[in-house]
């Protein structure tokens, strides 16, 4: 569950929203002041932190420095009134992730929070699926772009993607994690005739066996212990719009059976309702496991697995696209640069040959996060080796071990080593060493290659 410190004076309106959000599944730390504030600091890691600018002891701008250089991590959100978007927008400078203006709806804190967590790319890396939070909203100056890659195999997932998104297939997305599954889920949604409707995501992982039926489908409020309200499952939630299932090998096989049962049906009914409801969604479904060899070992229902499986799209780790690594390094350090206010415009030779060697078992996830804590380490305007971990440096040190550090033995290496990467295709060799072709053939000339 992701964690939240509200820092907010009005104690009334701290309660408040205290209530509202943790009714909608964060856990909620407050503090009425600085002082306290910093206290619960030292004792928990937030995922998001939501802060008045204005506070009795201070400004929250202080504090918002303090924390960026403390917990990197945690995203900071500046509560203001109508008056102070100059000093909003001068907090956003400083590092903070966003500011929302008071009075907000519950609608806008929700949306922000949960871009707020997936900039952070919290620890926690839970999935909040409030469906108001997934209303579709405007690009923000903030929004990471999208890269599409220049490797064979990311054209050719691009391809697919252009094929397959205006159809109501159902589309298995399959890939380790940290690949991009659910930015490219979103993608389809986004190309497909469906955009303007809701696209749900669900991390089955995450929803206990025990309340799966009615997170999917809702319950009457008394149907069960704990159902205080009427709630609207994520189908009826995505009804018109796209509802994607992550991890969703991870669903227990009762639920499998009930899920297989709402999409053949294409109908739902609410946990302790007898009153169906038709709902049209197209589901895209998300895996980072064998699902065939579950479904030969009986874990997963093959019936299921036809269903949810029309088409099917293997997003590779990025290691096995590492053509496409410089391009996803740029793009995640102009998200940074942007986000925490710096003016990061290049990256430095060495940096991107520590870059080039990591194996990046965390994929692009891992990459955006070590992008994103080298540009807040980073005071000029070019990113060095320094401001990268050393668990990567180390990596390319023990690649060395052993050669000879000549200048001629090292690049040779590095030409083996991207010609073997690319399958000995000389263009993408020199686009990934960032040579020309003519550069490339002199150099296999030179040291007698024989490729
Ligand atoms: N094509 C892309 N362009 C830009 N950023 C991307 C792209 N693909 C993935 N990312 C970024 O990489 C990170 C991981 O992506 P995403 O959450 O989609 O992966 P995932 O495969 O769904 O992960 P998991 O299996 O752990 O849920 C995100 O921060 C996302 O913004």
């Known amino acids: 569950m992701p964690k939240i410190l509200i820092i907010e004076d009005d104690t009334a309106f701290c309660q408040m929203l205290s209530r509202f959000l943790t009714k909608n599944g964060f856990a909620i730390t407050t503090s009425y002041n600085l002082h306290n504030a910093s206290e619960k600091l030292k004792h ?3 995922d998001v932190i939501l802060s008045d600018v204005r506070l009795p002891e201070g400004d929250g701008l202080d504090l918002l420095l303090r924390i960026k250089s403390e917990f990197p991590e945690t995203q900071v959100i500046m509560m203001t009134g109508y008056a102070e978007v100059k000093t909003a927008v001068n907090a956003m400078k400083k590092g903070a992730f966003d500011y929302i203006a008071k009075p907000f709806t519950p609608e806008e804190i929700l949306n922000i929070i949960n ?3 997936k900039a952070g790319d919290t620890s926690s890396n839970e999935k909040v699926q409030k469906s108001a939070s997934h209303k579709k909203k405007e690009t923000t100056s903030t929004k990471p772009q999208f890269v599409a890659g220049i490797s064979e195999s990311s054209q050719q997932m691009q391809q697919y993607i252009e094929l397959v998104a205006p159809t109501s297939m159902s589309v298995l997305l399959v890939g380790e994690s940290g690949t991009g599954k659910e930015v490219t889920a979103r993608m ?3 190309r ?3 955009r303007n409707q809701k696209f749900v995501a669900v991390d089955c992982g995450a929803i206990p066996k025990e309340i799966a039926t009615s997170e999917f489908f809702g319950h009457l409020k008394g149907s ?8 609207m499952g994520h189908f009826e939630a995505a009804n018109g719009g796209t509802l994607f299932l992550d991890e969703i090998g991870n669903l227990s096989y009762e639920n499998q059976v009930q899920l297989l049962r709402a ?4 109908k739902i009914k609410r946990v302790g309702s007898t009153h169906e409801v038709s709902v049209d969604v197209r589901i895209i479904s998300a895996t980072n496991e064998n699902l065939e060899e579950a479904v030969e070992e009986g874990r997963f ?5 036809h269903r949810i499986n029309e088409f099917s799209i293997t997003i590779p780790p990025l290691r096995a696209r590492i053509e496409d690594l410089l391009q996803f390094a740029t793009s995640f350090l102009e998200d940074a640069t942007k986000e925490l206010g ?3 415009t290049q990256v430095a030779d060495e940096a991107k040959e520590v870059l080039l060697h990591y194996s990046w078992p965390g994929n692009l996830r891992e990459l955006k996060n070590v992008m994103k804590r080298a540009v807040l380490f980073t005071e000029g305007e070019t990113l060095k080796s320094e401001a990268l971990p050393q668990k990567l440096k180390n990596h390319l040190k023990s690649e060395l071990k052993g050669t000879d550090f000549s200048k001629e033995t090292y690049e040779k290496e590095r030409i083996l080593k991207a010609l073997k990467q690319v399958n000995f295709n000389k263009s993408k060799a020199a686009k990934l060493l960032q040579i020309t072709r003519k550069t490339l053939y002199n150099k296999i000339n030179q040291y007698q290659l024989d490729v």
Do not use: P, W
Request: proline share 0%; charged share 40%; no cysteine.
């Open 263 to 266: 999409l053949q049906e294409r």
């Open 192 to 194: 497909s005739h469906r």
């Open 188 to 190: 389809i949604h986004d």
């Open 342 to 344: 710096r003016n990061v």
């Open 115 to 117: 871009k707020a967590l």
């Open 224 to 231: 069960f212990t704990g159902a205080i309200e009427d709630k």
């Open 301 to 305: 229902r093959e019936d299921l697995y």
């Open 44 to 46: 928990t890691k937030f």
